[in-house]
């Protein structure tokens, strides 16, 4: 008591009479509470206080006469009144960003201590010499290199059929056909329609793939769901994995080989749900479609499957492993961030490819390597400036919740094609924004829990002392985005690895939130950059939309002629003409050079103003109906677009109908 009086005595010297208590910033401070300074850091944390917070040390301390330590703001009158100077010095805005007059370092607290460090003593038992544990764990990471590389062969390799012929592995989004007017004038450079075989591996998870802009199926114009039209035999332009698994060839969790003839023409591709697939309906004929026949490839039942299932519960167990038994930061940091950046760019979501299997391996270890060079020189700035605080001085007695929060953060992240395909958010762009259905909603949400999120953090960085610090670095960082975004001819986009990126600095204190929050946010570093490389921040409005609809001008068409049984000649087929309105003037000489007409979603016809002109000939399009039953049974599907001078069609109208039985609707209301 005696001891605790005259620190009050002193405190209402230097106060005014005041004390500590009576103070808005009031710190409390037990100074009759044991403290050892030996280094006994679990002794430390199994102390009083706040579990996840403890004042900051040596430089907030003062040693008394007698050798213990006490806050320098109790020590004396020279400490005091230096804080009450500086503090004076500063306008109220200033002293109040600074935080309390005596920061708190965070630290996590464990819980069962005893139990989370029983790992790391059994290793210590087993190997006391550190280089005993540097040995092992050289052998240890050879070990899961070798069984890595050893199964990623079996489901990537090289694999052949049974003629010997090298099977051909396919990506979840090839198709025979490709959209709009890329496959040429009927269909050209599409070719061939029939008479051809080919063996084929499809990767895992290629069903919940989808198109993420909209596709023309007849009249009809798919987005959002799986490009897979008929069965069991299917439209040339329907994915050709995601068509095995609704025909049951291959697996969904595993993919596989399987065998499939081009077929030629073929009419009404009926619509049906089979193994998790809705596949879409199209009541017409198209040039171009194929069936599937059962096929085996490589030795064995398991070769040429995805082996990514198993890889994952090995790189799974090989990093908790890791994980509980090491105490290093740096080494902890380093070999998670490569081991996991590998299992996502060869296993878990590798970049498209697709080609002969022998190339397939070859190809991804080139990717892999040329984006973990600059992804390393990241990780280790992040590390100086962000992993390290959160993960130095944890004691052994939190290896179980390291583990857990940081490790198991960092795996969510980094699998968020799977643990986060769910939120139907794809692309954060106005156009995806405004398409997708939910998509505003889930953005307004993650929205919400980010700003949550920030706020909280926030609040433990003022209590820390270091709001200043890293409002200057988040104060540059939106004025280098306004400067980005104002650069004329360019678009700013915020992809997820740039977003971690930004939010990386706020999980830089050790607490349990942060460690999460850190994991999760390298994961996604990790999925964008190995997945997609290092895409840059500012972009042109094509490269942004990529197959998305361009919101261009759209021909208008005059009500065709039509042209059905002549009785002079009953044989003679039916017929439609179109002609449309030349361009809008101020459009004619830039992008808008010509027609494009789509039959059936295939291109029938392109013609150009300019040759029109020199001729003095109409720009006029006639189609003229087969005379084959099933043809004049079904209905045709009509679409026109504007070309540019290359042959890249712009934008096409809604589909027009001409009916089976002669009559033609291009939708209600179009010729009012």
């Known amino acids: ?216 199926v007849g009249r009809a114009q798919v987005n959002y769901q799986p490009l897979v039209v008929g069965g069991p035999v299917y439209r040339g332009d329907s994915f050709i994995c995601g068509s095995a698994i609704h025909a049951g060839i291959i697996d969904d969790a595993t993919g596989g080989c399987g065998s499939v003839s081009l077929v030629g023409q073929y009419y009404s591709f009926y619509s049906s749900e089979r193994n998790g697939i809705e596949s879409i309906g199209f009541d017409s004929y198209f040039p171009l479609s194929f069936r599937f026949t059962k096929a085996e490839c490589g030795d064995g039942p398991s070769a040429g499957k995805d082996p990514r299932r198993v890889l994952l519960a090995v790189s799974l167990f090989s990093t908790v492993l890791f994980s509980v038994l090491t105490t290093s930061p740096s080494v902890f940091f380093f070999v998670n961030f490569i081991s996991i950046f590998a299992h996502v760019a060869l296993v878990s979501d590798p970049p498209n490819v697709s080609g002969p299997s022998d190339t397939i391996l070859p190809s991804l270890i080139s990717t892999f390597a040329g984006r973990l060079l600059p992804s ?89 002392g270091l709001v200043p610090r890293y409002l200057g670095y988040y104060l540059l960082l939106v004025l280098f985005l306004l400067v980005m975004a104002a650069l004329p001819g360019l678009e700013l986009r915020i992809h997820h690895y740039i977003l971690a990126l930004f939010l990386l600095p706020l999980s830089s204190i050790q607490t349990r939130p942060s460690m999460l929050y850190q994991g999760i946010l390298l994961g996604l570093l990790v999925n964008g950059i190995a997945r997609w490389g290092f895409d840059s921040i500012l972009q042109t409005h094509s490269a942004l939309q990529g197959d998305a609809l361009l919101d261009s001008l759209i021909p208008v068409t005059y009500p065709p002629a039509i042209y059905l049984d002549n009785p002079a000649s009953p044989s003679q087929p039916w017929a439609i003409s179109f002609m449309w309105a030349p361009p809008p003037a101020n459009q004619s000489s830039s992008s808008l050079d010509g027609i494009s007409v789509l039959i059936n979603d295939v291109e029938r016809y392109r013609g150009f103003y300019n040759d029109y002109h020199l001729t003095g000939e109409k720009m006029e399009f006639s189609w003229t109906r087969d005379n084959a039953y099933i043809v004049m049974t079904t209905p045709e599907y009509f679409r026109f677009a504007y070309v540019t001078k290359e ?25 009012k």
């Open 1 to 216: 008591m005696a001891d605790r009086e005259i620190h009050n005595t002193v405190l209402d010297e230097e106060t005014g009479g005041k004390r500590y208590g009576d103070r808005e910033d009031e710190v409390d401070f037990d100074l009759h509470r044991p403290r050892n300074h030996d280094g006994d850091e679990e002794a430390q944390l199994l102390g009083d206080g706040d579990p996840d917070q403890l004042e900051l040390g040596e430089l907030s301390r003062v040693t008394d006469a007698g050798g213990r330590q006490q806050p320098r703001a109790l020590a004396g009158g020279d400490g005091l009144a230096r804080s009450r100077a500086s503090s004076a010095a500063r306008p109220r805005l200033l002293s109040f960003l600074y935080g309390p007059a005596v920061p708190k370092a965070y630290t996590i607290r464990p819980t069962f201590p005893a139990v989370q460090a029983s790992s790391v003593r059994l290793l210590d038992k087993v190997l006391p010499k550190r280089w005993q544990k540097l040995v092992v764990l050289v052998l240890g990471l050879l070990l899961w290199t070798a069984v890595f590389i050893s199964l990623l062969r079996r489901g990537k390799g090289a694999v052949t059929d049974a003629a010997g012929k090298t099977v051909v592995h396919m990506d979840c989004v090839d198709t025979f056909w490709r959209r709009n007017n890329e496959c040429g004038l009927n269909g050209v450079d599409c070719e061939p329609f029939t008479n051809e075989t080919v063996t084929f591996r499809c990767p895992a998870n290629c069903a919940g793939v989808r198109v993420l802009n909209p596709r023309h």
């Open 376 to 464: 390393l020189f990241c990780a280790a700035i992040i590390y100086q400036t962000c992993a390290k605080p959160t993960l130095s001085n944890v004691a052994p007695s939190v290896q179980l919740e390291k583990t857990i929060l940081w490790l198991g953060g960092f795996w969510f992240g980094a699998l968020s094609n799977y643990t986060l395909d769910w939120i139907p958010l794809s692309r954060l762009t106005a156009h995806d924004l405004a398409q997708q259905p939910g998509a505003r909603a889930a953005l307004a949400v993650i929205i919400i829990i980010l700003a949550l999120i920030i706020s909280l953090q926030t609040y433990h960085f003022w209590c820390s």
């Open 647 to 671: 042959g890249k069609a712009l934008d096409y109208s809604e589909a027009g109908t001409w009916f089976a039985n002669g009559t033609y609707s291009q939708g209600e209301g179009y010729w």
